[in-house]
């Protein structure tokens, strides 16, 4: 059996998908602001040119072998979110994995756990308080020299003991 060539996902991808989305994007009556997730029944459109799921998977195949920068995922990214793919944290529908770092952490958790059809949601805190940074800018300041305790546990410790953060108990294991 002959191999495919390189650029069959893509042409494909671009055959099944793309000449149905702008006639789509045209039907919506809504006003949206670019980068923005999609409205429920824009995501009815949307699902259905991934409909049936061997299309959303032919997706995710493209996605794993070509990432997140592939001209033709791109603009079928661009699409779902109003023209333009945002940057930073976005977050979903999806009730255990409510948040991701970036839009393309997003799609890959959808195609990796098979849930082609989570939704990108608008998120109910600012963007900047979910980001890792702003996770590390409230550990450093939450940060204090090393407690000290004495271990009512063990009588072998029983002068005090000093606890480290995780990361240097880990670097240090």
Same mark, same amino acid.
């Given at each position: 059996?002959?191999?495919?060539?390189?650029?069959?996902?893509?042409?494909?991808? +671009?055959?099944?998908?793309?000449?149905?989305?702008?006639?789509?994007?045209?039907?919506?009556?809504?006003?949206?602001?670019?980068?923005?997730?999609?409205?429920?029944?824009?995501?009815?459109?949307?699902?259905?040119?991934?409909?049936?799921?061997? +299309?959303?998977?032919?997706?995710?195949?493209?996605?794993?072998?070509?990432?997140?920068?592939?001209?033709?995922?791109?603009?079928?990214?661009?699409?779902?979110?109003?023209?333009?793919?945002?940057?930073?944290?976005?977050?979903?529908?999806?009730?255990?994995?409510?948040?991701?770092?970036?839009?393309?952490?997003?799609?890959?958790?959808?195609?990796?756990?098979?849930?082609?059809?989570? +939704?990108?949601?608008?998120?109910?805190?600012?963007?900047?308080?979910?980001?890792?940074?702003?996770? +590390?800018?409230?550990?450093?300041?939450?940060?204090?020299?090393?407690?000290?305790?004495?271990?009512?546990?063990?009588?072998?410790?029983?002068?005090?003991?000093?606890?480290?953060?995780?990361?240097?108990?880990?670097?240090?294991?």
């Amino acid at each position: 059996m002959r191999k495919p060539a390189a650029g069959f996902l893509p042409s494909l991808l +671009k055959v099944l998908l793309l000449p149905l989305a702008p006639a789509a994007a045209q039907d919506s009556t809504q006003a949206s602001t670019p980068g923005s997730p999609l409205s429920p029944t824009e995501y009815e459109r949307f699902f259905a040119l991934l409909t049936p799921t061997w +299309k959303a998977e032919t997706t995710c195949r493209l996605r794993a072998t070509h990432g997140c920068r592939n001209p033709t995922l791109v603009q079928l990214d661009q699409y779902e979110n109003h023209g333009l793919v945002p940057d930073g944290a976005v977050c979903s529908n999806l009730p255990y994995a409510s948040w991701f770092e970036s839009f393309c952490q997003f799609t890959h958790y959808r195609c990796s756990n098979h849930v082609y059809y989570a +939704k990108r949601v608008l998120c109910s805190q600012p963007v900047s308080i979910l980001s890792p940074n702003t996770l +590390k800018e409230i550990e450093a300041s939450a940060e204090v020299s090393p407690t000290t305790m004495t271990s009512p546990i063990s009588p072998h410790f029983t002068e005090r003991q000093t606890f480290q953060p995780w990361p240097e108990r880990l670097s240090n294991n």
